[in-house]
Every structure is written in C-alpha cells, then in structure tokens.
C-alpha cells in the first residue's frame, strides 16, 4: 500500500470518529489578524500575498511550522479563522525523494517531513469518501481533520496544548481540528483551488518564497 493509500485509508476511519471528538478539540479564532497572535512571519508572507497579489485572486491558507499555526483567508485577503496545526515529525523544508510512492513502514522518522513553499491545493476524498485537501498530491501532502484512530498519539491532546513543542508527530500531513476543517476549509475551497503557503523552518523566507527561480528552472 503506497503513503497516499494509507493516509486515505486512516483518514476513512478518522472522520468517523470526528463528530465525537469535537468537544475535545482546541478552538479555532475567526478573530481579525491582530486578534490571531499570528507570528512576524506570518504576517510577513501574507503581508506580501496581498500587495503582489501571489494568490492570483483565490482563498488561501499559512501554515506556520515553527509556531504550530494555520491561517485562513479568502480570496481578498481577509481572516476567516486560525486554528493550531499537527505537523510532521522531523524538522526539514524539503520533501524526501519519492516520499508519496513509499509505504509507511518505509518512512523512517527523519523523512516524516512537512515541506515548505508555495503550493495549489484543492479538495479531494480519502477511501472512504471523506474531505481531503491535496496540497502536494505526488508527495502525498495534504490538509486533513485530525487523526484520532491511534489513542497512543494523542493527537487532541497535542493539539489542545499551548505549546508548539509537542505538535510533531504525523507523517508529513498537516493535521487541523475537525471543526475547523469543517467550518473554514471545506467552504472556503469548495469549487475552487486555493493557494497553501507552509512556511520554513530551516531556511529563510527569502529562500522559499523571494528568491529568483534558479537559471533554467521554472
């Protein structure tokens, strides 16, 4: 079973379990962006987003890695929600080779990356017919509810903390609150694509996002 097929297949069981686990989960802000405690970061790149237009007239999202963050926004720039995040468990700004073709047994903990940079992203279904939002399909990289089928994880828990030192723990995905995906992403892109900036932690914003396209690269 490749990684994307494993994730699909988790996540059939995981919005099962959703619903009932709701009541346990962190709440999300639909606060204005001073209201976010958004990092300086954050309001850089979206900052940035907004005066060059980068989102191309579409919804967006920023994921903060080092702060455990997602910021929403629709397609004019204004805050929708932010909610904290689950993240991959090894630091690192670059997905591994081949990481989306590779079965999760064969993922050691050092490649369990969540890339950084700018990527287009749109909704799908896992195996069992639930949300998903592709953000790097041949990574196998996507915006997903929670996973709460291995209690040994605690991945409420993690999210619930206030601190981001414990939000290390998935494969690669981003993991966010199930009513958060269900209330701020699932309507913001549905119909549409949208634009998912994840922020870097290795490396600078200048590398990831500012810097010119090396010659003969796209």
Known sequence: MTFRLAIAAALAFALVWAGASRADEHSWSASGLAGADASSDARQITAWVL?????????????????????????????????????????????????GDRPLSAIPPEDRVTPAGRFLASKGENLGGGGILWIDYDAALSLHPVVTTRAADRRLQRLA???????????????????????????????????????????????VFFSPPVSGQP
């Open 51 to 99: 005066e060059t237009g980068d989102n191309q007239g579409l919804p967006f999202l920023v994921v903060d890695k080092v702060h455990a963050q997602v910021l929403a926004f629709d397609r004019e720039g204004r805050l929708l929600g932010a909610a904290p995040v689950l993240l991959g468990l090894a630091p690192g700004d670059v997905s591994p080779p081949g990481i």
């Open 161 to 207: 903390t206030a601190t981001a030192e414990d939000n290390r723990i998935s494969y690669g995905c981003i993991n966010v609150p199930a009513r958060f995906y269900a209330d701020v992403v699932q309507p913001t892109f549905n119909g549409t694509m949208g634009v998912v900036y994840i922020l870097p932690e290795t490396l600078s914003l200048a590398d």
